[in-house]
């Protein structure tokens, strides 16, 4: 066993959601300080708010979906998906909804004690 451990379905949902709510923030914050170009009347679209997030959170990001993959009985390394443009969301959904093996599996106990 690598002590990694496995996270419960509510515990990774309850993750991707205040990651999504941090994120939101931080884009509503670039866009009002973003302000427009004086020569072109556009917004200005640097967005650093928003990538100082995602980059703070990269790491935990990977943590939390491979203890997911571990409570449904999969290597820690499908995580990586989470994070690939497009496909991670679709990933992330469907890491949220595949139900976790009952029982202790070879990444630990289950989550839930049953």
């Known amino acids: 066993m690598n002590g990694v451990g496995r996270a419960r ?3 990774f949902g309850w993750f991707v959601l205040f990651n999504y709510v941090l994120l939101f923030v931080g884009a509503f914050i670039d866009v009002g300080a973003a302000g427009l170009d004086p020569y072109t009347g ?3 679209d640097s967005y650093i708010v928003t990538w100082l997030i995602l980059l703070a959170l990269l790491c935990p990001t990977i943590a939390a979906a491979s203890r997911r993959a571990h409570d449904f009985g999969q ?3 499908l995580a990586i998906l989470c994070i690939v443009p497009y496909i991670g969301f679709i990933a992330t959904l ?3 909804f ?3 093996q009952p029982g202790p599996n070879q990444y630990g106990p289950n989550p839930k004690g049953v």
């Open 94 to 96: 469907a890491f949220i």
């Open 98 to 100: 595949i139900p976790g």
């Open 75 to 77: 290597s820690g390394w």
């Open 42 to 44: 556009v917004a200005n």
């Open 9 to 11: 379905r509510a515990e």
